[in-house]
């Protein structure tokens, strides 16, 4: 049994970047709490988000990527499922905060007369209502690691920067770490590292009144030392808290290896006065060897309408790689673009050993998502249907097993004939857009020899939903009887939740999200049965 670390009071580690945006602060926040928790101490993550959205539940992929759901139900920004995949955390509503979020709790309060009558400012009550969500958040853990999402200068950061400022004056410097994630770019025309932007950035932070305590310094080329020295001199950190962040080489789980040997995790304790003992037996290790050297090697086809994105599928994506590392198996993810697949589903998918369609909304794509699924029903492929890829599932059932001539979704033909997927009767009464899905965690009770059940090894689980459709009760005697099987339900409320089809190798379509719930040390176990399908497919081939 582990020891864990023992400490006084809570320790606080803020995350801010600079230089430009998407330099990999949650990634570097989550690796981080990963290495924190291997020695010993409990952690918790939390995001603040600097835009005015109440939550990201509303944005277009193309705006902000994809939407992460907590056990709460709370929609989320994608950091989140990096924290929930690293650490061991389940997070909730809690760990996200949005000035949308902010200043709707400042004004409610100010309309319910809260501030008697004072004038309501930024400074002291929209940084009060940040701080709240620091103090509230760190209850009950060792350590808090909050990212602060933008670029150190953004005006809407400000206030989030500000209230860290004046958090740390409160519990300590002691108790703090500042850590500053930014950009050493290579220009190639000098062929040299810069380091003049990081200056720049850091001056930002310093005019705020905050001196970072490290600098992770993301970089397609090695640090120098002479590198390292400069930015320690003209950033006023310590050498050794200059930490090189390089490009990782094939995962996203190399990153707790590297920083371990820049031992940012040893730094980061020093500076908080903590001793927990480094422990020998770093489970990154093996994930990253796997990964790199794996033994089997299987094709999935992921088809949807935002192929074009890299974060919209993003925890689609991990989870198919987790499922490799159960199977000790690499994952070369093809993306395919469900408009294209319609012409030629052949030249597409063949030579595939699995394919994955996964959730989405509006009509775009839909006909060539239920090609892809009638392919891979026909030619005996693996396949997993998430959201609304189970939705395609019932109704290319429909059509081409059972006979349900246009059979289809309410949510992309009012009027078909055979509505076998339809919104929930409560979901008909709904006007607004934000947190009115079908959102969070919901049990799940399997059924005996199916798929699902030996998949899982348990009667009943409980999974993430972000949905307004669902599967008609009204077709399920029908579709049951042309050999859609019914292997998962909501006991509560007999919502059909996992369909299969008999006799296939493996097909599975689910209502909900297990994207959400997978992690590397502890592959979901659907993702999990999906691969070794795959690698029993390739094998006959």
């Known amino acids: 049994m582990r020891r864990r670390a023992s400490i006084p009071g809570v320790k606080y580690i803020f995350i801010t970047g600079g230089v430009v945006s998407s330099l990999g602060k949650g990634l570097t926040a989550a690796a981080l709490g990963a290495l924190l928790e291997h020695r010993g101490l409990s952690v918790r993550l939390q995001k603040f988000d600097p835009y005015l959205n109440v939550d990201p539940g509303t944005m277009n992929p193309y705006q902000h990527g994809e939407v992460y759901v907590l056990d709460d139900g709370a929609e989320t920004d994608l950091d989140l499922g990096h924290y ?151 950033c006023n950190v310590p050498v050794r808290a200059v930490i090189e962040e390089l490009d990782v080489e094939s995962s996203i789980y190399e990153l707790p290896v590297m920083l371990a040997n820049e031992s940012l995790d040893d730094i980061v304790l020093d500076m908080l006065h903590v001793d927990a003992p480094r422990r020998p037996d770093n489970p990154w ?84 998502k ?8 026909e030619h005996g492929l693996p396949y997993f249907g998430l959201c609304l890829g189970m939705q395609m599932a019932v109704i290319e059932f429909a059509r081409n097993v059972a006979g349900l001539a246009n059979a289809n979704t309410t949510e992309v033909d009012p009027k078909t004939p055979h509505p076998v997927i339809d919104i929930m009767a409560e979901q008909k009464e709904v006007t607004e857009k934000g947190a009115t899905m079908r959102l969070g965690s919901y049990d799940c009770k399997l059924v005996e020899g199916t798929l699902s059940r030996q998949a899982y090894g348990a009667e009943l689980v409980r999974e993430r939903h972000r949905h307004r459709y669902e599967f008609n009760n009204d077709y399920r005697e029908k579709l049951t009887k042309a050999g859609l099987r019914i292997s998962g339900i909501n006991p509560g409320r007999n919502l059909v939740e ?35 399908a795959a690698v029993l497919h390739r094998e006959k081939k």
Not at 192 to 212: F, H, M, N
Request: net charge neutral; glycine share 10%.
């Open 84 to 234: 929930e995949r690293f650490t061991s955390s389940t997070l909730t509503r809690l760990n996200n905060l949005t000035s949308g979020q902010v200043y709707e709790s400042v004004i409610q309060k100010e309309r319910r007369g809260d501030y008697l009558g004072m004038t309501v400012q930024v400074i002291p009550h929209v940084t009060n209502e940040i701080k709240e969500r620091l103090y509230s958040a760190g209850k009950g853990v060792d350590v808090l690691v909050t990212e602060i999402g933008g670029t150190v200068g953004d005006i809407e950061g400000l206030p989030f920067i500000e209230a860290m400022r004046q958090f740390a004056l409160e519990v300590g410097r002691q108790n703090i770490v500042f850590i500053h994630v930014t950009l050493i770019p290579f220009l190639a025309a000098a062929g040299e590292l810069k380091t003049k932007p990081t200056q720049q950035s850091v001056a930002k932070l310093r005019e705020i009144g905050i001196q970072p305590d490290v600098l992770v310094c993301r970089s397609e080329k090695p640090l120098s030392a002479d590198i390292r020295q400069k930015l320690s001199l003209f």
């Open 498 to 532: 996992i369909v299969e089809v008999a006799g296939h190798p493996w097909f599975v379509g689910v209502q909900f999200h297990p994207e959400f719930q997978s992690k590397p040390t502890r592959p979901h176990p659907l993702f999990a049965a999906f691969i070794g």
């Open 370 to 377: 239920i090609t892809a699924v009638r392919y891979a029903r």
């Open 285 to 368: 290790r093996e994930i990253v060897r796997k990964l790199k050297s794996p033994a089997h090697r299987v094709d999935i086809g992921v088809v949807g309408k935002y192929i074009e994105l890299q974060d919209a599928y993003k925890s689609v994506y991990e989870s198919l790689t987790h499922g490799g590392i159960a199977h000790d198996c690499g994952v070369n993810i093809i993306r395919l673009d469900a408009e294209a697949i319609e012409a030629n589903p052949e030249a597409a998918l063949r030579g595939l050993d699995g394919i994955v369609v996964p959730g989405g909304f509006g009509s775009r794509g839909i006909e060539g």
